[in-house]
């Protein structure tokens, strides 16, 4: 099994910054894509950002140019640096992880329990 276990969410007025990190650990063999996403109340969850094993980014059109997500592969961690933050991306923030584990045959999908991110205006 995989745990992902988020922090870094917090109070912050619009403009600020934020860094949330996400560690997985486990029986781990390999983690293939791990993102963030963020559900809003009242609202579907949906993809913040995404980074492949290699390195290649996705954004949603919201976020480009003001979050950026990154990944250390030798510590199985993900984060998400958050600049200029709006009221609007006041959320709970995710981390999804698509992992291989020991002794299993196929990767699939692991959720963190979110931590929450509150931006004020």
């Known amino acids: 099994q995989v745990q992902l276990v988020e922090s870094g969410g917090g109070l912050v007025q619009a403009g600020g910054s934020l860094r949330l990190s996400c560690a997985a650990s486990?029986?781990?063999?390999?983690?293939?894509?791990m993102d963030w996403y963020r559900q809003a109340p009242g609202k579907q969850r949906e993809l913040v950002a995404g980074?492949?094993?290699?390195?290649?980014?996705t954004y949603a059109d919201s976020v480009k140019g003001r979050f950026t997500i990154s990944r250390d592969n030798a510590k199985n961690t993900v984060y998400l640096q958050m600049n200029s933050l709006k009221p609007e991306d006041t959320a709970v923030y995710y981390c999804?992880?698509?992992?291989?584990?020991?002794?299993?045959?196929?990767?699939?999908?692991?959720w963190g329990k979110g931590t929450l991110v509150t931006v004020s205006s």
């Open positions: 980074i492949t094993s290699g390195g290649r980014t």
């Open positions: 999804n992880a698509n992992a291989l584990v020991l002794l299993e045959l196929h990767a699939r999908d692991y």
């Open positions: 486990g029986s781990i063999f390999s983690i293939n894509a």
